[in-house]
């Protein structure tokens, strides 16, 4: 059974920096696709940064050289570096496995591979 467990969000101003952490069981995240996910307030949910299972990563425009995604293969955990954070970046932030080792940036990964989201709140 996949099970995600995201930490490390929280209240930052603008300027700060958080880490997130993704716990991931069930399965090796050495042999999938990960991607962070988040979604503000009244916007749609828009991935922000990914890896695939070769360790090549995707960022959105947005977030290109403030944020850095890595994995821990041997804690199994994906974490996510996110440094000049701005209003902007407020959001529910959710970890997700793609169902292959490739990301699908038209394709959300599906129902059963989320976790279960955490606040990244910036205050300006």
């Known amino acids: 059974q996949v099970q995600l467990v995201e930490s490390g969000g929280g209240l930052v101003q603008a300027g700060g920096s958080l880490s997130l952490s993704c716990a991931a069981s069930?399965?090796?995240?050495?042999?999938?696709?990960m991607g962070w996910y988040r979604q503000a307030p009244g916007k749609e949910r828009e991935l922000v940064a990914a890896?695939?299972?070769?360790?090549?990563?995707y960022y959105t425009e947005s977030v290109k050289f403030r944020f850095t995604i890595s994995r821990d293969l041997d804690k199994n955990t994906l974490f996510l570096q996110m440094d000049s954070l701005n209003a902007e970046d407020t959001a529910v932030y959710y970890c997700?496995?793609?169902?292959?080792?490739?990301?699908?940036?038209?394709?959300?990964?599906?129902?059963?591979?989320w976790g279960q989201g955490t606040q990244v709140s910036v205050s300006s």
């Open positions: 997700a496995r793609f169902p292959t080792i490739r990301i699908t940036l038209a394709t959300a990964p599906p129902q059963g591979s």
């Open positions: 069930g399965f090796n995240i050495r042999n999938y696709a």
């Open positions: 890896v695939n299972s070769a360790g090549i990563p």
